[in-house]
């Protein structure tokens, strides 16, 4: 962790767990969040962890990118989107992960996307959290 003074906590999500991904479930705390879990590849019902970590991924990741076109002074697109795709891999007995981060600023030159791109990576908790643990991949679609 980055040898950093916290100010204060801006919000706890919490959530309750249980089953797992093959046929578990989790609520959180205020029950906004409730949801059936399956393994991915199966007839399952439910979401798996890496599309809910997808999701909460490029949610974050579109904040950031509002925050860097404020700062650069560009009119931030409604219609911007992140389509994330997270990869589960397996290395002989060992599971990690792998992202990419496909990035849609309509109207925006693709040098200004980058650079709004690149700062959102920078600042995006999520980002943060990866750096040096995972491969990712962000692309301007």
Known sequence: MENTTIDKVLYTGKTHT????????????DNRLDIKLSTPGTAGTGTNPEQLFAAGWSACFIGAMKIAAGQ??????????????????????????????????????????????????????????????????????
């Open 18 to 29: 249980t089953g797992g991904r093959d046929g578990g479930s989790a609520v959180s705390a």
């Open 72 to 141: 650069l002074k560009v009119r931030f697109p409604a219609d911007a989107a992140v389509d994330a795709e997270v990869d589960l891999l397996l290395t002989g007995d060992a599971y990690s992960l792998q992202a990419r981060l496909n990035v849609s600023l309509p109207g925006l030159s693709p040098e200004v996307a980058r650079e709004i791109t690149e700062r959102a990576h920078q600042t995006c908790p999520y980002s943060k959290a990866t750096r040096g643990n995972i491969d990712v991949a962000t692309n301007i679609i």
